[in-house]
């Protein structure tokens, strides 16, 4: 079992920045894979983005050059860096775990944090 707690949402400006934590217990963080997702109001949830436990990453095209996922496999945390907020990366942001190699697939990954909440609005 793996424990997933999100926080660092809130409500930005756009063009403002946040960074979110996702602070992971049980067992060995650093074996898995990590990925965010978010779910905007009557959307599906979407990938964000995803790094390896060796570090290697993956981002959507819509966050790429605006977003930066990293991991501290001390702290069993991994951060979603968000600069240059739009009012459309307004959602539930996620994080999930997933033993092996990341994926861009929500179903794929095996647990899951409760969530927290991102509002870009001016």
């Known amino acids: 079992q793996v424990q997933l707690v999100e926080f660092g949402g809130g409500l930005v400006q756009p063009g403002g920045s946040l960074r979110l934590s996702c602070a992971a217990s049980?067992?060995?963080?650093?074996?898995?894979?990590v990925g965010w997702f978010r779910q905007a109001p009557g959307k599906e949830r979407e990938f964000v983005a995803a790094i390896t436990s060796g570090g290697s990453r993956s981002y959507a095209d819509s966050v790429k050059d605006r977003f930066t996922i990293s991991r501290d496999n001390a702290k069993n945390t991994v951060y979603l860096q968000m600069n240059s907020l739009k009012p459309e990366d307004t959602a539930v942001y996620y994080c999930?775990?997933?033993?092996?190699?990341?994926?861009?697939?929500?179903?794929?990954?095996?647990?899951w944090g409760q969530g927290t909440q991102v509002t870009v609005s001016s």
């Open positions: 999930a775990v997933r033993a092996g190699t990341p994926s861009f697939v929500d179903r794929d990954y095996d647990y």
């Open positions: 049980g067992r060995t963080f650093n074996w898995y894979a």
